[in-house]
């Protein structure tokens, strides 16, 4: 017993020391992840799959609130559908997984095992499209896809990962961008309220947009390392895919047109983004709105008189708050070890209730994101601790934010740029003149890529940090997930 306590309580790895492995030691060590027989995939587990779950659950609401329905679209996609869109099969080329036999026949056409929907969802809808009174097609399906990774870290890049992918056709190209804005605008909803990371809006440079897109739209959070992760995007595919796939139907006028296209998602890699942004070297720390458990009750001498009676009276006024509550009454653990459990899983709450407390009638209340204790009166601890968790979820958020802020720093020639992503590990704010050989050029020099145009635009100056020309907007570079 005192063995395997020990081995639990080892100490994760220090962020400051090695973030990769501090990563790893968390997603282990809280039972959230597995690593598959196949190089590069992942099992998620309960605790992790939980947390995916949250997150679905919230899409699939707001998307059904806007009249989006599901479906479902086969894995397997011929190579002849692949290859119709010429900038998107470029994109994808190096990451398709093919198969190239069915049972002990060989296939006449290689098939792609899904790396996204576009082209056999094309296909189907121009099949099904005839006419302007048919649209919009709002589409939504919930699946994995494979793209063969050549470096992998669980649920931030892996070869097979979970996601959902909106694909909706519309009759003008105004209500296509509507919805592409649309729906990057419920994603900034979902992450900073729903997993209280802040996020920067805005507009992905041609270079670094979807392939086959017109215009890609992002989010984009940093994490704790300084480093940026693309949360989400929403793609504005115009009309590249409806002429590729000649989709087309009857205008109002009685002409063939084709619609205007878009694509959007967001994945399991937010799981990763969750972690990297709020967690700390004691292991998670989870917003109560992401939290599988919110509560986590711990009786001290259970076997005490009144002790798991009061516990349970607790357990029932949380229950019907509708607070996700667990009592951990193991009999074979001590309560240090329930403490370390708990704080390690990133249970946003953790109640002691013991004898003395019961006495004094009152409970002890741990908050995991600032790892403090407050007293707790046993008349109104209910209401008490749905204050709390509230509390928690907006202290977070804006703990969250003021971290990110103060690392973006304001670039205005090349040499503070590099200090920026070299030294300070953070955000370069800059203005910038749009050239796609410049952007190659700084990536090759210092690994940092043009992650974001924010809707938000500041007047940092008139001209390009890096040309010293009129400067067609300000944008941030990062090194990035």
């Known amino acids: 017993m005192a063995k395997k306590e020990k081995q639990f309580v080892e100490e994760i790895t220090k962020m400051e020391d090695d973030f990769a492995q501090w990563y790893t030691d968390v997603i282990v060590k809280t039972d959230m992840v597995d690593y598959a027989p196949v190089k590069g995939f992942m099992v998620i587990k309960p605790y992790g799959f939980a947390i995916w779950e949250k997150i679905r659950e919230y899409v699939d609401r707001r998307l059904k609130e806007t009249g989006h329905k599901n479906m479902y679209f086969p894995i397997l996609i011929p190579e002849s559908l692949l290859n119709k869109e010429e900038e998107h099969v470029e994109g994808f080329a190096p990451e398709v997984a093919w198969v190239t036999q069915g049972g002990n026949k060989v296939l006449e056409e290689r098939l792609a095992v899904r790396p996204t929907s576009e082209t056999i969802i094309c296909n189907m809808y121009a099949k099904w499209l005839n006419s302007y009174r048919q649209l919009p097609f709002l589409y939504n399906q919930w699946n994995s896809v494979v793209r063969w990774e050549k470096t992998t870290r669980p649920f931030l890049r892996t070869s097979e990962f979970l996601w959902h992918e909106g694909h909706t056709i519309h009759e003008t190209a105004k209500e296509a961008l509507d919805e592409t804005l649309m729906i990057i605008n419920m994603y900034v909803d979902l992450v ?36 940026a992760l693309q949360s989400g995007t929403s793609h504005y595919l115009g009309q590249n895919f409806g002429k590729a796939f000649n989709i087309t139907f009857s205008d109002r006028n009685g002409n063939l047109e084709y619609p205007y296209y878009t694509t959007w998602a967001v994945s399991t890699r937010l799981i990763g983004g969750l972690i990297m942004v709020h967690s700390d070297n004691r292991g998670l720390v989870l917003p109560p709105k992401m939290a599988p458990t919110q509560v986590v009750i711990v009786p001290i001498a259970a076997n005490k008189d009144g002790v798991m009676e009061e516990a349970n ?41 013991g004898p003395r407390d019961i006495e004094n009638n009152q409970a002890l209340l741990f908050r995991r994101d600032e790892l403090s204790k407050s007293e707790a009166s046993l008349d109104n601890i209910g209401q008490t601790i749905s204050d709390l968790l509230e509390d928690i979820q907006s202290n977070m958020l804006e703990k969250a934010r003021k971290n990110r802020d103060e690392r973006i720093y304001h670039a205005e020639n090349m040499d503070e740029f590099v200090d920026i992503i070299e030294n300070k590990h953070g955000f370069a704010k800059v203005m910038w003149k749009d050239n796609a050989e410049n952007e190659a050029k700084i990536k090759e020099l210092t690994g940092a890529t043009l992650r974001v145009i924010p809707f938000e635009q500041e007047e940092l100056g008139e001209t390009c940090f890096y040309t010293g020309e009129k400067a067609d907007y300000m944008a941030i570079f990062a090194k990035a997930y």
Do not use: H, W
Request: no cysteine; proline share 5%.
């Open 192 to 227: 900073e309220d729903i997993l209280a990371m802040p996020v920067i809006p805005g507009k992905k440079s041609q270079s670094e947009k979807f392939a086959g897109a017109d215009d890609t739209y992002t989010i984009e959070a940093m994490m704790k390392d300084g480093k």
């Open 313 to 353: 009276k607790i357990f029932d006024d949380l229950k019907a708050r509708r607070i996700s509550v667990e009592i951990d009454d193991r009999d074979n653990y001590s309560p240090g070890y329930k403490f370390n459990d708990a704080e390690m899983k990133g249970i946003p709450v953790r109640v002691e209730i």
